[in-house]
């Protein structure tokens, strides 16, 4: 097992004629993820070094039996783009396109959300399950197979723990980037849960920033409903109050969302949370002897 | 981005809120005009994009034309929380009965809209929801379902408004600041405070308004309002550059890729007890030309002393960022800066040869992130 995608994943690429749904789309098809389809309006018909392209994510359901979509358009298309999925009926929805409107992902949010479907994204690195299948642009060479559940905000911060762990001979069930904007689709709740019924994850890693109260809300969820050892990681602990740290999402607002107060949160429901990522992957490697 | 009082009550007169007449002045002499344009008592407002403004000395009221130019010179200059007053907006003079609170933002928890009304107006809203919960009324807004009318009625029975005609008065901007807050992609919309005159009118004395950045491209003229000579001039210089930087207060130059890592080697250099200069994070796809330009914003800082460049290569190709320092050793002065080099990921063993062989003294790599900010710090010294 793994979550979210896995051998049985069958991908179709939103944007894979674009110079970043090509190179990504094909990565993720190099690595041995099933990519069955590709779409862009106007182009269907063609193909992408033998990936098929469709006009329409219904096509390419009905057609290449996608189930799952990794979405590379321009951020202004970005939320149609995530309708259109959703309406073609796929359940699996990668949004990697950062800049979206946050108005627009907050309608967005409001109309998928009931569905059940699983978002991940927008503004994140995608999801990679070790050995099955990798969707986005996480570079797969740098994980192995194993037992670690990895979920964060960050992109190159996750890859920076995955190699500290590797550094340790620790490998991940599947690595999820969820995202680093105000909105996203799928939380660390909804990711960790899915961990904890997870046959093959025997740990979870909680990667997060400054902004927002995930963590916060996590460590309460993780206390009544985790039997997994979870540790964390919180970048941002320098970070001054009002200024932006690259993310949309990692802002400090007046006294909320600073790393202190998420370490505090964390730390009061018995979740220890290393200072760097090198401490992060010394106690999972603890946990896991 | 942050708008300024006058912009914000633009937006607000667009949509059909009611505010006072002003003029924008950016001289003493200016203010004199605008103040006998406007005719009778006016208010001069320093124009900074931070609050306490009236505590500071920064908003006051000018009698006639004359005093208005006085009032102006003594605003104009004034430091206000860092933020140097060099706009003021002259507006005619209110009388005000009532004080009220009004906004509209955005929710992260509920991922929502949230209006927040109350009638105890005119302080911080902070003090009311703590020193009187029950009087500020919190709704939100189902983004799905959108403005409907009993969403005003709830924020005006709720916060037990009386009179007939300031219940219609104030229903009417409820529902034009949600349009505001829709049309221009907002993340907040406050009118602190809305006030009743003695004649009955309800109107926005004051104005605070972000729009989303991400959004801008589809309000060019909001995005013209961005005042760029308000920002720290690094920031400024940097976003001219496209590199993502925010000043912070030590000695150690930081470069990352990726937000989330360049946050982490932040704190990781204060961890191993060295003092951070900046956060800069070269984005996903990092070039040669980008790390040139994000040296240039680094070491326009005259605190800076050494630079830890922190890069794990995904997107980013390491030996495309080593090409980049390499090139801004040539461009650049930069040859009194020790340089920290910590590369890993994509193209890594090519990045650390190419830097190898350039076999300049200044550039010292490292093999992992602690040992390259340990270094780092130590050279700062």
Not at chain 1, 206 to 214: K, N
Request: hydrophobic share 40%; with cysteine; aromatic share 6%.
């Amino acid at each position: 097992m793994a979550i979210i995608v896995d051998s049985d994943t069958r991908l179709v690429v939103q944007g894979l004629t674009g110079s970043e749904g090509r190179f990504h789309g094909l990565r993720n098809k190099g690595y041995g993820t099933n990519v069955v389809a590709g779409v862009t309006p106007g182009k269907g018909g063609q193909d992408v070094e033998g990936i098929p392209v469709f006009d329409t994510v219904a096509d390419a359901v009905d057609k290449a039996g996608a189930n799952a979509s990794l979405i590379f358009v321009p951020a202004r298309f970005a939320a149609d783009a995530i309708y259109e999925a959703v309406d073609a009926g796929i359940a699996t929805v990668i949004c990697i396109t950062e800049h979206v409107p946050v108005h627009e992902m907050l309608r967005a949010y409001t109309y998928f959300r009931p569905k059940g479907i699983t978002m991940i994204g927008p503004n994140c690195p995608g999801v990679l399950s070790p050995g099955k299948a990798n969707v986005g642009i996480i570079p797969g060479e740098i994980f192995s197979e194993g037992s670690v559940g990895l979920v964060s905000r960050s992109g190159t911060l996750t890859y920076q723990i995955g190699h500290e762990l590797t550094q340790f001979g620790l490998g991940n069930s599947t690595i999820v980037g969820i995202g680093g904007d105000p909105v996203v689709g799928a939380s660390f709740i909804d990711v960790i849960a899915k961990f904890e019924d997870d046959a093959e994850t025997e740990l979870i890693v909680m990667v997060g920033e400054i902004g927002g109260d995930e963590e916060e809300k996590a460590a309460a969820f993780i206390s009544e409903h985790v039997k997994k050892p979870v540790l964390s990681y919180i970048a941002g602990f320098s970070a001054p109050p009002g200024k932006t740290m690259g993310h949309a999402g990692a802002i400090i607002s007046g006294s909320s969302g600073t790393a202190q107060g998420k370490k505090e949160a964390l730390e009061a429901r018995g979740i220890e949370v290393g200072t760097t990522p090198t401490e992060v992957a010394q106690m999972v490697a603890d946990r896991m002897k | 981005m942050d708008l300024y009082e006058y912009q914000g009550k633009e937006l607000f007169r667009r949509v059909g809120i009611p505010v006072s007449d002003g003029r924008l002045a950016v001289s003493p002499e200016e203010a004199r005009a605008a103040a006998s344009s406007l005719g009778g008592p006016v208010v001069v407002k320093a124009q900074v994009l931070t609050g306490g403004r009236g505590k500071a000395g920064g908003v006051k009221l000018a009698e006639d034309p004359a005093d208005a130019e006085q009032k102006a010179r003594d605003i104009l200059g004034l430091d206000i929380r860092g933020h140097i007053v060099r706009k003021l907006w002259i507006e005619k003079a209110s009388d005000i009965a009532k004080e009220y609170y009004l906004s509209i933002t955005f929710d992260r928890g509920e991922k929502k809209p949230l209006f927040m009304f109350t009638t105890q107006g005119g302080v911080e809203i902070e003090q009311v929801a703590e020193e009187n919960p029950d009087a500020l009324i919190r709704l939100h807004v189902d983004s799905s379902e959108g403005f409907q009318p009993w969403i005003a009625r709830r924020l005006i029975y709720g916060g037990r408004v009386e009179d007939a005609s300031e219940q219609k008065q104030i229903a009417s901007i409820i529902e034009k600041l949600y349009k505001a807050f829709v049309d221009f992609d907002a993340m907040l919309c406050e009118i602190n405070p809305l006030i009743v005159t003695p004649d009955g009118e309800v109107k926005a004395l004051d104005s605070k308004f972000t729009v989303d950045d991400n959004a801008l491209f589809r309000h060019p003229d909001v995005s013209e309002m961005r005042d760029t000579a308000a920002a720290d001039p690094l920031e400024a210089f940097a976003r001219e550059k496209g590199v993502t930087y925010v000043k912070l207060d030590g000695d150690v130059g930081i470069c990352g890729n990726g937000a989330g890592l360049s946050m982490s080697t932040v704190d990781v250099v204060a961890h191993v007890g060295g003092k951070p200069a900046n956060f800069c994070d070269l984005g996903g796809g990092g070039n040669a030309q980008g790390v040139v330009d994000a040296l240039e914003v680094i070491t326009r800082d005259p605190q800076v002393k050494s630079i830890f460049f922190n890069i794990f290569g995904g997107i980013t190709r390491c030996d495309e960022v080593a090409r980049g320092i390499l090139e801004a050793l040539e461009r650049l002065d930069m040859s009194t800066y020790p340089i920290v080099v910590r590369l890993d990921g994509t193209n890594a063993q090519e990045g650390r040869k190419i830097l190898a062989d350039a076999g300049k003294p200044n550039i010292y790599p490292e093999a992992t992130m602690l040992d390259g900010a340990k270094r780092a710090v130590e050279l700062a010294r």
